[in-house]
């Protein structure tokens, strides 16, 4: 199968901190990039996304940076709540592959209260 | 409105055995994609259907097979079950397939292969 990685970053914030997570994406072609959070038990959750003729989008204390030289993404989120631990994952999809879209190994967030 | 749905939520299997696995996508979408996932690989693609086509197909062997039904409910389908099949199973649906807008994932079935 496709995917990237074996091993599950781990970061841990203080509530009410922000905290900033990093992905490497795989295919200079691809256009279209998602952060979704996965809760235990639950399937993934769409947070946010953005074009690739973009660089920056923000959301509800969520902000995505996307930096096409380096095939950086970066998500960001504000006053982190216990409620946001989870896994993290960032997404890319090529536009010429319709929805086959190719997941990170995600980081798993943990918010110390 | 309701979300994707996946049934079962939980299957245990023996190995050899085949599977069945349903995913109702939201009303609407047309666009059917499923994934695997297990703490060593991730998520990864297995296939995605539009209009009962399959469309792409991701790097799986030919015991994964899925098709889509007129309503673009879904199924997938893994014969001959390994051990190593336990996972995860996420099925996604989405409305705009030419953007990738709109990827909605559903609970997930848990396989658990014995």
């Known amino acids: 199968g496709e995917s990237v990685g074996l091993h599950l970053p781990t970061l841990s914030v203080q509530e009410g901190d922000n905290s900033i997570i990093n992905c490497a994406y795989s295919n200079s072609a691809s256009d279209y990039f998602i952060w979704y959070k996965q809760e235990s038990g639950k399937g993934p959750q769409f947070i946010i996304d953005i074009r690739s003729n973009m660089d920056k989008r923000q959301g509800q204390r969520v902000t995505v940076l996307l930096n096409k030289t380096v095939k950086h993404l970066s998500l960001q989120i504000a006053a982190t709540q216990p409620g946001d631990s989870a896994v993290y994952f960032c997404a890319e999809n090529m536009k010429t592959s319709y929805d086959k879209v190719i997941f990170g190994p995600g980081t798993s967030l943990s918010v110390i209260p | ?114």
């Open chain 2, 1 to 114: 409105k309701a979300g994707v749905t996946q049934t079962p939520r939980y299957l245990i299997k023996t190995r050899g055995q085949q599977v069945t696995l349903s995913c109702s996508p939201i009303s609407g979408h047309r666009s059917v994609s499923w994934y695997q996932q297990t703490p060593g690989q991730g998520l990864q693609f297995l296939f995605e259907y539009f209009s009962e086509t399959q469309r792409n197909k991701g790097n799986f062997p030919g015991r994964f097979s899925g098709r889509q039904f007129s309503n673009s409910r879904s199924e997938m389908n893994v014969s001959t079950l390994e051990l190593g099949d336990s996972a995860l199973y996420l099925c996604a649906s989405s409305l705009d397939t030419e953007t990738g807008y709109g990827y909605t994932f559903g609970s997930g079935t848990r396989l658990t292969v014995v």
